[in-house]
């Protein structure tokens, strides 16, 4: 009930507003407000959440206002029609944008969206059928349910219908499976992949929706002005739109409502204020966006929704399912049985070999460890069994089948789980559905699905596997607290937890004790000794050489690339080959 009250109070405010005697400017700009931030809501899907800066957002929103201009004015089609052709031809130009555009990194991506958006802005200005830069007018209203929309207060009620339902829709994507994928993508795309996310398919389908949400701005714009040009789909106003998604807070849903609000009410003053302040017109109030930008990233780089959400009753979060439907689990290999058998392995950077013809066997049920001094070749040998790094020669098999060939999330899908040297968390979730992450492949309900909740049983299902694996791990008393506010040891768990969601035969653990303390040595040692008494086969790079000892079965060392010895952790103790890589001799 604490989740819904801010939804319950901000929907009786705007069920109010025009019932109350408000100015019909108040009510032009509350539905300028609410088309602002439709708009907003999908940056926050794609800026905030999905970590895709898009300058271009303005360009979507023309494309739905021009649809439905030119098909409600020259074939007289009703205006829903206008809205359904519109977003057909966004979400198919998004797809094909996207699917260029959400391949480029770093600021080639804005870049791209800069381009892309001003191409589709001279598009509209240029074309003779829109009218060119004098647009297209005589627009009809909406029709609904027998009334003609054609005052701003008649269309109000339509457009905030709009915003809830968008910013609903909004919550429970991102509070599902598909959800915590597209939170993956912000900086932990690697980790995403090796919980067998497809991070090129959700960063489109984070970029068709905020477009299919800008698009339905542009049809509610072009029947609320009745006429549509150029003018207001360009660069300009795509800067805007981001400002109000920043402003607010670009990864919180509410973020993107009081961005739209608070810069909408500011730009309107600023208009009156500036010129008589300056003695002439012209667009100063961006320079005061400008600045605003600048103090605000200096002070509060998450937004202002952050700061206002410390005033209010915290939130309970997800909760743990008391009880649920258990997911299907793998049959565990037969101890001893050939599970993973590394073939000539090579992997070479130009002239320098950091794999050497590698080979080694991982068996049903035992803990092997892969050791060997710093820059031996073991993370990268640990790459090219997990996919993230191609083999340059030689073959790895999985349960019998070759794995070398194959993407990190089909690699996961067969039973290979892990975690990372350097853990990766996603810090603002809740323990829970970081682990639930792990379960991504083990669900099968899309984003439609989550969007109209009809992926409840499943997400229940996922939770409750989450919550049976922290238990199992020993943190099912932190499951809803913040990943990031654990100590290092408690990461270190939370990520083994997270692996064995994805109900792994194998779990492959790089560098795991690396900045624990002694007792949390201990710990981890007794929960790997404990996972391999359940049946489950485990392969470890490890530096801690007593950790190692006195947990393995089977020991592998390696030296620049190549393999110096193989055996149970007293041999290889007394290998002189060992010896003389750690000691540099026996002497």
Known sequence: MRRRLPVLLFIVLVALLPVLPTPPFWITLANYIGLYAIVALGLVLLTGIGGMTS??????????????????????????????????????TAFALG??????????????TIAWGLSLFYLFGNLDFLGKYD??????????????????????YLIWVVVILALLALQNLLDSRSGRAMRALNGSALMAEAMGVNTTWMKIVCFVLAALLACLSGWLYAHMQRAVNPT?????????????????????????????????????????????????????????????????????????????????????GVQVPVSAELLPQRVRPAAGAVLLHVQQARKQFGGLVAVNDMEFVVHGGEILGLIGPNGAGKSTMFNLVTGVLPLTSG?????????????????VRRGIGRTFQHVRLLPAMSVLENVALGGHLRGHAG?????????????????????????????GHLAQAEAGSLALGQQRVLEIARALCCDPTLLLLDEPAAGLRYQEKLALADLLRKLKAEGLSILLVEHDMDFVMNLTDRLVVMEFGTRIAEGVPAEVQANPAVLEAYLGGVD
């Open 232 to 316: 207001p789909f360009g660069l300009n106003a795509g800067i805007e739109y981001l400002f109000m998604a920043v402003v607010g807070g670009a990864g919180y849903v509410w973020g993107a409502l009081l961005g739209s609000a608070l810069l909408t009410i500011l730009k309107d003053q600023l208009q009156s204020i500036l010129p008589k302040l300056l003695g002439s017109n012209g667009n100063f109030e961006m320079i005061v966006f400008g600045v605003m930008m600048v103090l605000l990233l200096q002070r509060a780089r998450q937004g202002l929704w952050p700061l206002l959400r410390g005033w209010m009753p915290a939130s309970v």
């Open 395 to 411: 073959q790895i098999l999985f349960d019998g089948q070759r794995i070398d060939t194959l993407p990190s999330r089909e690699i």
């Open 99 to 112: 699917a260029i555009t959400m391949r480029l990194s770093g600021h080639y991506l804005p870049l791209g």
């Open 447 to 475: 984003v439609l699905a989550s969007i109209v909740r009809a992926d409840r049983k499943e997400e229940q299902r996922l939770l409750f596997e989450a919550a049976r694996q922290l238990e199992r791990v020993g943190l």
């Open 55 to 92: 300058f271009g957002q303005a360009a979507f929103v023309g494309l739905g206002a021009y649809a439905t201009a030119y098909l409600t004015t020259q074939l007289g089609l009703s205006p829903w029609l206008g809205l359904l052709a519109g977003l057909a031809i966004t979400a198919l």
């Open 135 to 156: 647009g297209i007018n005589g627009i009809p209203a909406i029709d609904l349910f027998g009334l003609t929309l054609q005052s701003g207060r008649a269309i109000y």
